[in-house]
């Protein structure tokens, strides 16, 4: 209970230091650290939890994005609304794909997602160009009205709600992988799934809701990302950013708490400042994920946690008793 209370009150803690950081850095940086935790997060619990590795993420990420952002063009103008559009677009989307792709192991999965990646920017390039306008996009600027309580059309009130969402997300992953019963099963299907299967689960449906539930978080953030910058192209879904996401979890730590969070804050933190010195800062970022990784391959929270519990273990071994004679 005490671990499960401390992991709570740091999650608390850390969103609110990363919120008042607003003194020292950018707004427009932290929210967008905000936004891509949460991306990166769905993807992370799939490779550390279920060791399935998907590069098709920005496909998950542009159906909650197009979601809202259709949502606003055509059908209203409250940005709530069209958060909660993007998220249901994205669950069907998810609960028809995941019925297919969660079939497959290893590459194969791999594989599929990247396709899936594919065609869903063909399909919101080409395919749908009447009502996505391609890679110009839908421009929302004028389309959203103010909200009450905390306005959405205003850069303090999207980044304050963007670290809401963020730390309710975190907290329902820290129950999912950390409290309960589901979270356990995934990680055995990732261990030794014929086992659990000889078992009576019915991993299929494990790996299915799983897929679900990573990818919607996925859909979440593209539709913060929508209402945060008023527009979405085709260019969402390309297939050329479809390792981000699988980059920054192994960078951060996959299956870790904060690996999403730690490995986005690097990752766009080197996009936005590298990008001004070095044309390909991409270079950078590969280089730190194969340094991370030959140190550990556990990404930096992962080789953290692992260095803490040794050194508590040390620290925690009983010293040796004195002996009869008053020896040490």
Known sequence: MKRYLNSWSTIIIVFTLL???K???PAAFLTEVAI???YAMGCSFLIGRLGLTSFGQPAFLAFGAYGAGIYLYY???NPFVA???GVLASVVVNMLVGLFFVRLNSSYFTLCNQAFCVVTFFLFQKALVKWTFGDNGLLLISRMDPTPVIDLTSPKGIYLFAFIVAALVWFFYNYLMKRSVFGATCLCVKDNEQKLRFLGYKTYNIKWLAFVIANTTAGLAGALYTVYFCMVNANIASVSSASEAVAISMLGGAGTLFGPLVGTFIFIGLKDIASQFIRHWEVLVGLLLIVVMLAGQKGIV????GYLAK???KKSEPTPALTQEGGV
């Open 302 to 305: 992962g080789s953290l946690e």
């Open 19 to 21: 919120y008042f950081l």
């Open 311 to 313: 050194y508590t273990a």
């Open 36 to 38: 891509y935790s949460i």
């Open 75 to 77: 059908f209203g103008t």
């Open 23 to 25: 003194a020292f850095l």
């Open 83 to 85: 958060i909660l559009v």
